[in-house]
């Protein structure tokens, strides 16, 4: 499912409409991030936006986990 899919059903459950909300493009995310850090180390406010929060919300979550399907014939697991 992509993003915008995901955007407009949890919009569409919880308002009631069929839109996603209005987006800004990662580089203008990470601008205002890296703005807010340097407002911060300047007035020592700590604000609710940050360059590496933007950066952590843009990533991926994808993971490969090999503790569902284990590899047997790998070294961690011993025969006994």
Known sequence: ???NELG???????RGKDTIALGFPLLFGIIFGI???ILFSITGKNLPV???????????????SELVTPDPNREIFYKD
């Open 50 to 64: 940050s360059c590496i929060k933007v950066n952590k919300f843009a990533s991926s979550t994808e993971f490969q």
């Open 8 to 14: 407009s059903q949890v919009r569409t459950a919880l």
């Open 35 to 37: 703005f807010t850090d």
């Open 1 to 3: 499912m992509a993003m």
